[in-house]
């Protein structure tokens, strides 16, 4: 178990372009899930795959923001035409349905990005 | 709509002086409510799932126990490695998303 895995871990770009983030999931884990979190506040839902179903989506997700879970396994997170409200920390998390109700989230350390 | 409070926003202790932080739910058919510590520039590291209210769990000089409407977290003789930010999460209803609380953010000081 090597944990869940995010790269780029920053990401400065300019406002306009294109960014794409990459998740590996804990191998066991089915459920992946991406979160976006701004200073001083918590992990803000974004949308969640089971294997390579995308489950559900953020209502206020912006139709610029697209992910892809290929094969059910590691999944990609891809703004289009970024916006300096983007700038934040995006968080990937991956949990097991296989382990009963309430199975916890385990999260990678994210990858943070600044758009100028 | 479902809603996760935490408080108070920010907390500082002397190393040794116990306290706890709070957690307030609202939400329809809670199935597990989280608790996990957060470091600057790190993700959430999961710390404790509670499923039903009289529920406690305990991990070194953590306690989390849960009540109908509320969890607490307790630090019993915080030392300043317990320096973090301390959020709260809840999964409810037929959904598989997980709502946050906005954390606390623990100063113990030396």
């Known amino acids: 178990d090597t944990g869940v895995s995010q790269n780029p871990r920053h990401k400065i770009t300019k406002r306009g372009q294109n960014v794409t983030f990459r998740c590996d999931p804990i191998?066991?884990?089915?459920?992946l899930y991406w979160y976006r979190q701004t200073l001083g506040q918590g992990p803000e839902f974004l949308t969640y795959?089971?294997?390579?179903?995308?489950?559900?989506k953020s209502r206020l997700l912006s139709d610029r923001f697209s992910a892809e879970r290929p094969k059910g396994s590691f999944s990609t997170l891809e703004i289009q035409r970024t916006e300096q409200g983007d700038s934040a920390m995006y968080l990937c998390a991956s949990s097991s349905s296989f382990t009963g109700v309430g199975s916890p989230l385990h999260f990678g350390n994210g990858t943070r990005l600044t758009v100028t | 709509e479902d809603q996760v409070t935490q408080s108070p926003e920010a907390l500082r202790l002397q190393e040794g002086e116990s306290s706890s932080l709070n957690c307030s739910y609202t939400?329809?058919?809670?199935?597990?409510l989280f608790w996990y510590r957060q470091d600057p520039g790190k993700g959430p590291e999961f710390l404790f799932t509670?499923?039903?209210a009289g529920e406690e769990k305990e991990k070194e000089r953590l306690k989390a126990t849960l009540t109908k409407k509320e969890s607490f977290l307790h630090i019993t003789a915080p030392k300043p490695e317990d320096s973090a930010t301390y959020l709260c999460?809840?999964?409810?209803?037929?959904?598989?998303?997980?709502?946050f609380g906005t954390g606390t953010s623990l100063t113990v000081i030396p």
């Open positions: 939400v329809s058919g809670l199935r597990g």
């Open positions: 999460a809840v999964q409810a209803g037929t959904g598989n998303q997980f709502y």
């Open positions: 191998s066991e884990h089915n459920r």
């Open positions: 509670l499923y039903s």
């Open positions: 795959f089971q294997n390579e179903a995308q489950l559900e």
